[in-house]
């Protein structure tokens, strides 16, 4: 199952804790479309994610200085 | 560079009653807790007045003088802002301007801690001089400590005192 979340119009922290507690609702191998901005959400978003042992399976800009991200838990 | 932030701990001491501190506290508890660190919040003095069950004024307490303070303190919505008060409608206007600009309210934050499973203690001393019981606080306070189980639980943790 695919799950999506849109955190370009939270600020920080909701943008980490809206992504966390979203993730932590997932099951085991289910993926996560997150559309951050750059900046701050870009710089750190994956990065946490990676550090809580969760795969980052690509980023790439989808314009107006926004990223999508999939991460699969 | 990546950093490994598994084991790394943050314990804030709340004495604060003052909603923009209690702001601050919150928003560091919910970021740190959200990038995988264990956190833990110690609501002792006016800090206890964000854990209130009831959020409006109520007189608490067995003898005058706790109710009187009780009341006078109020609960979460009477948090006062540290500057620039003006008689409790600050805070007001302060949560209008942070909605309009998307920024996560008080009550907000507090939610989110709670769900990412922040540990929320209340100071047993604060609680029996303001002679507040545990049915007074919120269901997600787990616990009521002294500062010596705060200190042991908090051990290797960054401490912050708002």
């Known amino acids: 199952m695919k799950h999506f979340l849109d955190i370009t119009r939270e600020t920080c922290p909701m943008t980490f804790v809206k992504v966390k507690l979203t993730l932590s609702r997932m099951e085991k191998g289910e993926e996560l479309e997150v559309i951050l901005n750059e900046g701050e959400p870009l710089q750190n978003v994956p990065r946490s994610c990676e550090e809580q042992g969760y795969t980052v399976i690509s980023v790439e800009p989808c314009g107006e200085g926004r990223h999508r991200v999939w991460i699969r838990k | ?162």
């Open chain 2, 1 to 162: 560079m990546k950093t490994d932030t598994t084991h790394e701990k943050l314990s804030i001491v709340c004495f604060s009653g003052d909603y923009d501190k209690l702001l601050a506290a919150f928003t560091m508890a919910t970021g740190a807790a959200a990038t995988n660190r264990q956190v833990t919040m110690f609501f002792t003095f006016w800090g206890l007045n964000a854990l209130k069950r009831i959020h409006g004024r109520r007189a608490l307490g067995r003898t005058p003088m706790a109710r009187l303070f009780n009341w006078l303190m109020g609960g979460l919505r009477n948090l006062p802002l540290s500057r620039l008060n003006f008689a409790g409608l600050s805070p007001r206007l302060m949560e209008r301007m942070m909605r309009r600009n998307n920024v996560a309210t008080l009550q907000e934050l507090i939610q989110a801690a709670r769900e990412l499973g922040v540990r929320l203690v209340a100071c047993e001393m604060a609680m029996h001089i303001l002679e507040l019981e545990r049915g007074d606080l919120v269901e997600g306070v787990e616990d009521i400590v002294g500062v010596a189980t705060f200190l042991n639980e908090s051990r290797d943790a960054h401490i912050i005192f708002i």
